[in-house]
């Protein structure tokens, strides 16, 4: 069964620092990896999608790279700004059709 | 449509009253999901349709719950005889499904957020 991890649970940065998000799952054979974003009461916001056969994915200060073999990815984020703040989530496509979610990981960028 | 509508918002009931969540997707997607996430974690799948039938239902917690999506669009989530432990965000995602291949991206909507009291 596959599981995915994102640790830390949350994160409080100062507005500027370049961040780095983890998120580990424990079955390498995925058909993809979406990095999501949700802000708090709303729905989810699709960040980037990685193919298996990618190492990664760049949207404007976004970048995110999948390390399949070892069940790693993370989301890089240059120069945060105070709108960054929501949590994020990924989440892994297996065999079948539905993503499985890690808990998320909460980010505060404080002006 | 522009994005995954969902109607309603939000939704309070009383314990053991029927409920039905409803799902708009993006204008031809051929596949939905249904999710639903509890506080503090991230969405749970339940069921997923590719055009009118439901592909994967091995999500769903109980036969309390059933999904419909008769004409491949519009798709309607019933919970029988509610419980306060089905109280969650039902989340509902669209893609283009099979011909979308390895490049499938799902597009969430904004949720309904069920209370059972």
């Known amino acids: 069964k596959q599981e995915v991890t994102q640790i830390p649970a949350a994160l409080s940065v100062p507005e500027g620092e370049n961040l780095v998000l983890n998120c580990s799952f424990t079955?390498?054979?995925?058909?993809?990896l979406q990095w999501f974003r949700q802000d708090p009461g709303k729905g989810l916001t699709s960040l980037l999608l990685i193919q298996s056969s990618q190492r990664e994915q760049t949207s404007g200060r976004l970048n995110a790279s999948l390390d399949k073999s070892s069940g790693r990815s993370t989301l890089y984020i240059a120069a945060s700004q105070p709108g960054d703040s929501a949590t994020y989530l990924c989440a892994v496509r297996g065999g079948s059709e539905k993503l499985v979610f890690g808990k998320g990981m909460k980010l505060t960028v404080n002006p | 449509g522009a994005g995954v509508s969902q109607t309603p918002s939000n939704k309070v009931t009383e314990k053991g009253k029927y409920v039905e969540l409803r799902c708009d997707p993006i204008s031809g997607h051929t596949a939905l999901y249904w999710y639903r996430q509890s506080l503090g974690q991230g969405p749970e799948f339940l069921i997923y349709f590719q055009g009118t039938g439901a592909a994967d239902d091995s999500g769903l917690p109980n036969d309390r719950f059933f999904a419909v999506r008769p004409e491949g669009s519009v798709s309607t989530l019933k919970i029988q005889r509610t419980e306060r432990g089905d109280s969650a965000v039902y989340l509902c995602?669209?893609?283009?499904?099979?011909?979308?291949?390895?490049?499938?991206?799902?597009?969430f909507g904004p949720g309904t957020r069920l209370t059972v009291l």
């Open positions: 079955d390498s054979a995925i058909y993809n």
């Open positions: 995602a669209s893609s283009w499904g099979l011909a979308g291949g390895h490049l499938d991206e799902q597009f």
